[in-house]
T-cell receptor
Framework: EAGVTQFPSHSVIEKGQTVTLRCDPI?????LYWYRRVMGKEIKFLLHFVKESKQDESGMPNNRFLAERTGGTYSTLKVQPAELEDSGVYFC???????????FGSGTRLTVV | GIQVEQSPPDLILQEGANSTLRCNFS?????LQWFHQNPWGQLINLFYIPSGTKQNGRLSATTVATERYSLLYISSSQTTDSGVYFC???????????FGPGTSLSVIP
C-alpha cells in the first residue's frame, strides 16, 4: 500500500506570505495527525483529525495556522501569514482505527526568510 | 501528562562502533515506537515495540514495559546512521503520540 505522502517536500517563503502544506494519508486511515519540529527542538503535536472532524487541536500554536480535512481524505495545513519562527519540518501521520502504531510521512521542510 | 526522557542527548561514534540509546517514560503506555530523523529531515519508523525485543538488521530494540523503559541498539554503526533518534509513546491507541527530546547521533568515518 502507498504510504503517507506529503508535499511539497521543501518550501521556502518570505515572512508574511502564505503557505499550504498537504498530506495524503494511507487510504482507509480515519486518523490523521500533524506534528512539527522547529529550530531543532522536540517534535510537537499540532492536531488530530478523525475523518473530517478535529478531535484535538490543542497543539495549534496560534490562529495563523489553519488545518482542514474536507471529505475525510487528504488534509491541508495553511500558515498565513508565515513568521520566521514557523520554520521547521512539518510531519503528517495516519493510523487506522483500533490499530496501533502511526505511519509518518517524510515531512515538509518549511523555511521562512 | 506523561514524560518521555531520552539519553544520551548527543552521541558521537566512530564508524563500526556499537551504541545503546535509552528511553524512559513516566506512565504505562500502550504503544512505543522508535524513529530516525535523517539529515534530510525525513522521519523513518524503525520499530513498533510496546514490549519485548525486535531486531532488524543492525538495529534491535527492547522494551521492558513494567519498568517503563526501552533501549535501541545500533551495532557496527555506519555514517548513514547519523541523525536524531526519537522515542515516541501513546498512552492508549486513541491518544496522540508524545515524542521524547531525541538523541542526536553523529557517526564519523
Amino acid at each position: 500500500e502507498a504510504g503517507v505522502t506529503q508535499f511539497p517536500s521543501h518550501s521556502v517563503i518570505e515572512k508574511g506570505q502564505t503557505v499550504t502544506l498537504r498530506c495524503d494519508p494511507i487510504s482507509g486511515h480515519d486518523n490523521l495527525y500533524w506534528y512539527r519540529r522547529v529550530m531543532g527542538k522536540e517534535i510537537k503535536f499540532l492536531l488530530h483529525f478523525v475523518k473530517e472532524s478535529k478531535q484535538d487541536e490543542s497543539g495549534m500554536p496560534n490562529n495563523r495556522f489553519l488545518a482542514e480535512r474536507t471529505g475525510g481524505t487528504y488534509s491541508t495545513l495553511k500558515v498565513q501569514p508565515a513568521e520566521l519562527e514557523d520554520s521547521g519540518v512539518y510531519f503528517c501521520a495516519s493510523s487506522a482505527h483500533r490499530v496501533y502504531g502511526y505511519t509518518f510521512g517524510s515531512g515538509t521542510r518549511l523555511t521562512v526568510v | 501528562g506523561i514524560q518521555v526522557e531520552q539519553s544520551p542527548p548527543d552521541l558521537i561514534l566512530q564508524e563500526g562502533a556499537n551504541s545503546t540509546l535509552r528511553c524512559n517514560f513516566s506512565d504505562s503506555v500502550n504503544n512505543l515506537q522508535w524513529f530516525h530523523q535523517n539529515p534530510w529531515g525525513q522521519l523513518i519508523n524503525l520499530f513498533y515495540i510496546p514490549s519485548g525485543t525486535k531486531q532488524n538488521g543492525r538495529l534491535s530494540a527492547t522494551t521492558v514495559a513494567t519498568e517503563r523503559y526501552s533501549l535501541l541498539y545500533i551495532s557496527s554503526s555506519q555514517t548513514t546512521d547519523s541523525g536524531v533518534y526519537f522515542c515516541a509513546v501513546q498512552i492508549t491507541s486513541y491518544d496522540k503520540v508524545i515524542f521524547g527530546p531525541g538523541t542526536s547521533l553523529s557517526v564519523i568515518p
